[in-house]
C-alpha cells in the first residue's frame, strides 16, 4: 500500500503566497518522480511542475517564474511554493508520484486526494 498525503491549501489573496506539502509512504522500493497537477471548474486536470529523483525539474508555461518545487528524497516529501497568486490559479491541487512498490517490479503512478488553494480578494 501506498499513500500520499497533501497539506497546505487553503484561500489567499492575489499576489500572495502558499506553501503545498506532499508526502508519500508505504511500501515504496523507489521513486522516480513527484509533481503536482491541479484541476479548476469545468477544467481537464493540467500539470503544474514535476521533479525526478535527480532533480531535474518541469513547469507549465502559466507558473514558470512564479512557482518553485522542491523535494526531500529522504522523507519521500514534495513541495510547491506558489509565489504571486493568481485568481486563475484557483483550482484543486493534486500530487503525484511515480514510485516502484516493494512488491512489484512495475512503476506504478500514485496520485493524492487534493487540496484546495482558492487565489480572491
Known amino acids: 500500500q501506498v499513500q500520499l498525503v497533501e497539506s497546505g491549501g487553503g484561500l489567499v489573496q492575489p499576489e500572495g503566497s502558499l506553501r503545498l506539502s506532499c508526502a508519500a509512504s508505504?511500501?515504496?522500493?523507489?521513486?522516480?518522480?513527484m509533481g503536482w497537477y491541479r484541476q479548476a471548474p469545468g477544467k481537464q486536470r493540467e500539470l503544474v511542475a514535476t521533479?525526478?529523483?535527480?532533480?531535474?525539474?518541469n513547469y507549465a508555461a502559466s507558473v514558470k517564474g512564479r512557482f518553485t518545487i522542491s523535494n526531500d528524497n529522504a522523507k519521500n516529501t514534495v513541495y510547491l511554493q506558489m509565489n504571486s497568486l493568481k485568481p486563475e490559479d484557483t483550482a484543486v491541487y493534486y500530487c503525484?508520484?511515480?514510485?516502484?512498490?516493494?512488491?512489484?517490479?512495475?512503476?506504478?503512478?500514485?496520485w493524492g486526494q487534493g487540496t484546495q488553494v482558492t487565489v480572491s480578494s
Open positions: 503525484s508520484a511515480d514510485i516502484l512498490p516493494v512488491a512489484t517490479i512495475r512503476l506504478m503512478r500514485y
Open positions: 508505504g511500501s515504496i522500493r523507489s521513486i522516480n518522480a
Open positions: 521533479i525526478n529523483s535527480g532533480g531535474t525539474t
